[in-house]
């Protein structure tokens, strides 16, 4: 079980981002991830008139390795570490450390 998820709200702990929140759009491995509106990059790309894009300069989001970010915990308002917990029924589900509350609710 990862401890990052796709739609999580997380908040950036290093690097030229250091500081943004934003919820993860997708993991692209074990390592990386992406984050809106966090390390943009421009791309500049040619016109495609068989798929009607325009060319120009376009900018998106770059993949970001998941040892960046950390999950934002609401409760507190800043950055969490995230542990595992069996239930009674036997499934695993995601907490957060300082306030051992669940995460996926």
Not at 44 to 50: E, S, Y
Not at 68 to 80: I, L
Request: hydrophobic share 30%; proline share 5%; glycine share 10%.
């Amino acid at each position: 079980m990862k401890r990052i998820h796709k739609g999580d709200e997380v908040i950036v702990t290093t690097g030229r981002s250091k500081g943004h929140r934003g919820h993860v759009l997708q993991l692209l491995d074990d390592e990386r991830c992406l984050v809106e509106n966090v390390n943009m990059v421009k791309r500049h790309t040619k016109p495609d008139p068989a798929r009607n894009k325009p060319g120009g300069i376009v900018e998106k989001e770059g993949p970001i390795h998941v040892s960046n970010v950390a999950m934002f915990n609401p409760a507190t308002g800043k950055a969490d570490r995230i542990g595992y917990r069996s239930l009674e029924d036997g499934s695993k589900v995601r907490i957060f450390k300082s306030t051992g509350e669940a995460v996926d609710i």
